[in-house]
């Protein structure tokens, strides 16, 4: 850490603190050129990649359009905000731990597609409609089959019974 006083390079860390809500560092210095002291504050700094939309352009990530696309789809639907916020941080927390710095918005339509299949059919199928830019009636009736598709049942268990006496 450069000294703010007198520019020197050489600066030592004289003491160290976490302060209360433990998501940052307090550290005093000491400048080994001139003397002086100062404090320096060290927190995380957490950066969303870029959105590279399929023309090519980058954006930088918005929480809020991601909340947009969730409110269209859900229009009308019975889905309680907290699910949404819930999908909406699963998928914030997916995009960090990518730890990329450039992302395709493909590949954020197939995670908001994957939490809105889990949250509601009607919203999956909407958003569906719109993010594979259907072309005809026979892509929903895909999509629709899709949807329809039975759920992967548990294996049955054999009850044993006790031996007659």
């Known amino acids: 850490m450069k000294c703010p006083f007198c520019s020197a390079p050489d600066t030592q860390v004289v003491d160290s603190r976490v302060n ?10 000491r400048c080994g050129a001139c003397d002086k002291r100062f404090t320096t504050y060290e927190t995380v700094e957490l950066r969303m990649p870029s959105i590279v939309k ?3 352009i980058r954006e930088e990530f918005d929480r809020d359009k991601l909340r947009t ?5 859900l229009h009308k639907r019975p889905v309680p905000t907290e ?10 927390q ?6 990329e710095r450039e992302i395709a918005s493909r590949r954020i339509g ?4 994957r939490e809105l299949y889990r949250l509601d059919k ?3 199928i909407r958003f569906a409609s719109v993010y594979k830019d259907f072309q005809d009636v026979e892509d929903f009736r895909d999509v629709l ?6 759920a992967p049942s548990a294996p049955r268990r054999r009850v044993r019974r006790p031996a007659a006496s």
Request: hydrophobic share 40%; glycine share 10%.
């Open 20 to 29: 209360e809500e433990g998501d940052s560092v307090r550290r005093r210095r």
């Open 54 to 56: 399929a023309n090519g």
């Open 69 to 73: 696309g969730f409110v269209r789809a």
């Open 83 to 92: 699910y949404v916020d819930g999908a909406i941080e699963r998928i914030t």
């Open 94 to 99: 997916k995009l960090l731990a990518l730890g």
């Open 110 to 113: 197939e995670m908001v597609m």
């Open 122 to 124: 009607v919203a999956y």
């Open 145 to 150: 089959k899709e949807v329809e598709k039975p």
